[in-house]
């Protein structure tokens, strides 16, 4: 069937909400001027060919992106059932998914957003020394995709919290999947607020909740070092960005996709804390 396969993906990778099924066929019909019927058949194919996939939720039937097969995320990270052979070349990584129902399946922009934002600091710009072997945490873990995004970029170890049971299990079975159990530690609590100091911390959650952790993340952080976030409107991100600057951090990397951002933050005391330290 001869038609513009990417055109009909970004209908989807462009919607705001969940598409439902009958939405999404008069989308294709407009968009490449065919008939209902044809973009029926069109839609048919896609799932057959396990690009898109079906979702019932409360009864109605939605279009999201298939995972059940290798999906290219970024130029490194690939999303990638446990059973399905690589198709990731030299330097590429796989994150490796059991199906679940935690957060972080790859479904949401804010779980693309924040492997992007992965990238750009590990991959883009080297501004993570994949060498420092640092540590790493991923507040509200879900299914641990963040973690072992962390790990297979380069840091030495993570910590994982989540207070879902659900999402501790999934977690800790995914990060087992990618031979991660001896690097990544799962917590079905908070991160407490002494311990380790983080090189990253990651945390896709709403603005809210993240205002209320700039505190911890202020404690836990070492300097220098890199908060990532998603999970923010992007009519939100410029209140938490204020915020955050009055714990000592500045922005330095920002997208948006479907209304959602994410952002990575860096602490902006380093050299002064390192004065201090070396007085």
């Known amino acids: ?14 919607a705001d909400t969940q598409v439902s099924a009958r939405v ?22 896609l799932v057959n060919n396990q690009d898109l996939a079906y979702q019932d939720l409360f009864g109605n039937t939605y279009v999201t992106k298939s995972f059940q097969k290798p999906v290219r995320i970024t130029d490194h990270f690939f999303l990638i059932p446990p059973d399905i052979p690589s198709i990731a070349g030299p330097g590429q990584l796989d994150i ?39 540590i790493g945490a991923d507040i509200g873990t879900g299914s641990g995709v963040l973690a072992i995004a962390l790990c297979l970029a380069g840091l030495d170890r993570c910590q994982a919290c989540d207070i879902d ?8 079975k995914n990060i087992a999947t ?24 990651c945390a896709n ?3 809210p909740t993240l205002e209320n952790l700039a505190l ?49 933050l860096t602490d902006a005391t380093k050299n002064s804390r390192q004065d201090a ?3």
């Open 165 to 172: 049971p659900n999402a501790v299990s999934e977690a800790k």
């Open 216 to 264: 911890f993340m202020r404690r836990r952080l070492q300097p220098g070092g890199m908060l990532l976030f998603s999970g923010i409107r992007d009519w939100e991100t410029k209140d938490l960005v204020s915020h955050f600057n009055g714990y000592g951090f500045v922005r330095i990397w920002e997208k948006t996709q479907n209304n959602w951002t994410a952002l990575i």
């Open 277 to 279: 330290h070396n007085a």
């Open 24 to 45: 999404f066929v008069h989308k294709i019909a407009a968009r490449l001027q065919v008939s209902l019927s044809c973009a029926k058949t069109i839609l048919k194919h």
């Open 1 to 14: 069937m001869d038609f513009d396969r990417d055109a009909i993906l970004a209908i989807l990778e462009n």
């Open 178 to 201: 990618n031979t991660l159990s001896d690097r990544i530690r799962v917590f079905d609590h908070p991160l407490p607020d002494i311990g380790p100091n983080f090189r990253i911390i």
């Open 96 to 134: 490796r998914l059991l199906p679940g129902i935690s957060f972080g399946s790859g479904h949401h922009p804010t779980t693309r957003l924040c492997l992007a934002a992965i990238e750009y600091l590990f991959f883009t710009t080297g501004l993570v020394d994949a060498k420092n072997q640092g």
């Open 205 to 207: 959650l709403r603005t």
